[in-house]
């Protein structure tokens, strides 16, 4: 049996994360949250909610639909500006 969505978004978030170099305090920020909440969301004692998929589709720059499509999907959907470059391995100016 494959992954589950809720399995699926936390691997998305860390793929999203590790390709723009955003940090759990910067998710926070961007969701109106804690680290502590984003750490609980990504270790699964606490699931993401529909506003929070909204919210960082938003903030990612595509639509929810890609972000629940996967973590190959979302890197792939993800603005050229977005991602960290490898000279700098700084994410874009936020």
């Known amino acids: 049996m494959g992954l ?3 399995e699926s978004l936390r ?3 860390a793929a999203l994360m590790q ?4 940090s759990q305090r910067v998710i926070a920020a961007v969701l ?5 909440q984003i750490s609980r969301r990504q270790s699964g004692a606490t699931s993401w909610t529909l ?3 909204d919210v960082l589709a938003e903030h990612y720059g595509f639509t929810a639909l890609d972000l629940l499509a996967g973590p190959t999907r979302a ?3 993800l603005p050229a500006a977005r991602r960290r470059t490898a000279n700098t391995g ?3 100016a936020r």
């Not at 109106?32 to 502590?36: C, E, K």
């Open 32 to 36: 109106g949250l804690t680290q502590t």
């Open 51 to 53: 506003r929070d998929v």
């Open 11 to 13: 691997l998305t978030v």
């Open 4 to 6: 589950s969505l809720e």
């Open 75 to 77: 890197c792939e959907a």
């Open 90 to 92: 700084q994410g874009a």
């Open 19 to 22: 390709a723009t170099g955003d």
